[in-house]
């Protein structure tokens, strides 16, 4: 554990305990939260040593810290680095992230981020550079239901996990809407510190809306003035998607189209001179369910704001609901007000799922000790999957509507498959740079990312940035005017599989393009062996509004009968301004 001279080891959120321990916590049994999701927990290389590096303040995470966290991690010889921190989308060389990530994978260290929180809309991704691995949230089969009971006999699901004194089971308590009257307007609506009227809430129900001030920090503040219980809502941006929080009080959360219907019926009430009643109904742990897993709301999506020609995130994990360690000294609310203590703690976001790549990063390293971060990747890209456990493409929680790459990548991680995936697309820093080069980064800008001396006389032979040998193979196709137009990509496979194995293409084009693959078949004789082919797409020109973009999606798939290895094919249609 790295520390300044002042200040605290661990940070005051209890988050750093908690993503480290899902990357490398040994086996505990009998964990739980508050009673919840009880059983054996552990982090996904349990026998992984670890090293921990503070780089974050309570006054925030400074780029001189990242870079010096980076460097020092490098030099004490770890393989993998797992950064469940993000900013804004800068170009790599103003990007501390980008640069201090350039070092540490030119050192074969593999590094996976967190693709942000700024999810559900578009271009919200964040940690975009080719060289590390970026993560997105999905969730597990996993929740904790805590349905709300309309006085109508109405019931809406909801999330939450709570375990004090609860409401009387069978009994109706008045509900009020917090922004609805006898309160400070908006302020009121969002339940924030000051704003709600103690004899308007006092012994009731608070309806809260979600935003500005912490999910529980609402319930603290309706506790405060004297209610019994909150439901929080969804915004309309927020959708329909639900985390369950350790809240202070009876409360629940419900989604944005449950919430309208709760406001509903509490002016319905208020018009009528009836009073709206409710409760909350908590129901512990449940296992099993469906659609799993599914693109947690909040997960930030593509596409690459940075650079559109590499599709970003790369993969999906766990990140919703994750139970993992948390310290004493923080209530599981992280309210300083909150005083209850427990061992473990289940948080939602990005900073969860970055740390499910990592400790399967650093599994996949310790059975193939040879392979590059570039490979591991691979590894995980081309094995992952976005069928669900009914069957169907992977879900967006927002909409409940069938999400697509720019929300998974290639897809949800599935570490069996990873540890054999037949082929791997590798890369060397050399590629890095000539995809810089490519990019239109002066030289000066690159050694900036570098920190060396860099050249860009050989990234003419690579052609185009969308020939960087990544698993994915995404393209934007500018209009102007044009009825066709067409690219190819070349990409090089290894063989980590079989040494005599014969791989035969299979090609699912994206609706309305033409796409070809030469050779259409790959012969191996022996392992390391590498290969190259072809990939050309032709699309024709679609009607668009000026500014406008259409995305549509496909796949290269290479198969030996054994292996499969699959690569998102991304064709964007833009028409300009």
């Not at 000066?444 to 050249?455: F, G, H, L, Y």
Request: charged fraction near 15%.
């Amino acid at each position: 554990m790295r520390r300044r001279s002042t200040g605290q080891p661990e940070t005051p959120t209890g988050m750093g305990p908690h993503t480290a321990s899902i990357a490398a916590g040994r086996y505990v049994s009998s964990a739980s939260t508050l009673g919840y999701a009880r059983g054996v927990a552990a982090g996904m290389a349990p026998k992984a040593r670890l090293a921990v590096y503070k780089v974050c303040w309570n006054s925030g995470c400074y780029d001189a810290d990242i870079l010096a966290a980076f460097d020092a991690a490098v030099a004490d010889g770890v393989d993998v680095i797992s950064l469940s921190v993000g900013g804004v989308v800068v170009p790599y060389y103003l990007d501390a992230i980008a640069i201090a990530a350039f070092g540490a994978a030119e050192a074969g260290v593999f590094v996976s981020a967190s693709a942000g929180n700024g999810g559900p809309g578009g271009l919200t991704v964040t940690n975009v550079a080719a060289w590390m691995t970026t993560v997105g949230a999905g969730t597990l089969d996993r929740d904790f239901p805590a349905d709300v009971v309309l006085g109508n006999g109405k019931i809406f699901p909801g999330m939450s996990i709570y375990s004090g004194p609860g409401l009387v089971p069978g009994k109706l308590y008045p509900l009020v809407y917090a922004g609805s009257e006898a309160g400070d307007g908006y302020s009121a609506s969002l339940c924030l510190e000051g704003s709600l009227d103690p004899n308007f809430v006092k012994g009731k129900i608070v309806l809260c809306d979600r935003g500005i001030n912490s999910r529980t920090a609402k319930g603290e503040v309706v506790k405060e003035e004297g209610g019994i219980g909150m439901i929080l809502a969804n915004g309309v941006f927020d959708g329909e998607g639900l985390v369950a929080d350790c809240h202070v009080l009876p409360a629940t959360a419900v989604g944005a189209t449950n919430g309208d219907e709760i406001r509903r019926y509490i002016a319905e009430a208020r018009s009528s001179k009836s009073q709206a009643t409710a409760t909350i109904v908590f129901k512990g742990t449940r296992l099993g369910v469906k659609p799993a897993p599914v693109v947690a709301s909040f997960s930030a999506r593509g596409p690459n704001p940075e650079t559109p020609d590499i599709l970003k995130p790369d993969v999906i994990a766990p990140g919703l609901n994750i139970l993992a360690a948390w310290p004493d000294r923080v209530g599981p609310s992280g309210l300083p007000s909150d005083k209850r203590h427990t061992e473990f703690n289940i948080l939602s976001g990005t900073s969860m799922a970055c740390p499910h790549v990592s400790g399967l990063a650093a599994l996949l390293k310790a059975a193939h000790p040879e392979w590059s971060p570039a490979a591991i990747r691979s590894a995980l890209m081309t094995t992952a999957y976005s069928v669900d456990n009914e069957g169907k493409t992977v879900r967006d929680e927002s909409t409940g509507n069938t999400s697509t790459v720019m929300d998974f990548g290639a897809g949800h991680v599935h570490p069996q498959n990873a540890m054999d995936p037949g082929l791997v697309y590798d890369l060397t820093m050399y590629d890095y740079i000539d995809f810089l080069c490519n990019s239109n980064y002066t030289v000066k800008n690159i050694e900036v990312i570098t920190r060396k001396m860099a050249d860009c006389k050989g990234a003419k032979r690579a052609g185009h940035i969308g020939n960087l040998n990544y698993p994915s193979l995404s393209v934007v196709f500018q209009q102007y005017g044009k009825h066709k137009m067409s690219t190819h990509f070349i990409r090089s496979v290894t063989n980590v599989g079989q040494p005599n194995s014969v791989y035969k293409v299979t090609i699912r084009p994206p609706s309305g393009t033409l796409v070809t693959v030469q050779p259409e078949e790959l012969v191996f004789r022996r392992l390391g062996q590498r290969l190259s082919f072809l990939v050309r797409v032709q699309a024709v020109a679609v009607r668009l509004s000026a500014g406008g973009s259409s995305t549509r999606t496909g796949a290269i798939i290479w198969s030996d009968g054994k292996h499969t290895v699959t690569s998102p094919l991304v064709v964007t249609m833009q028409q300009p301004l």
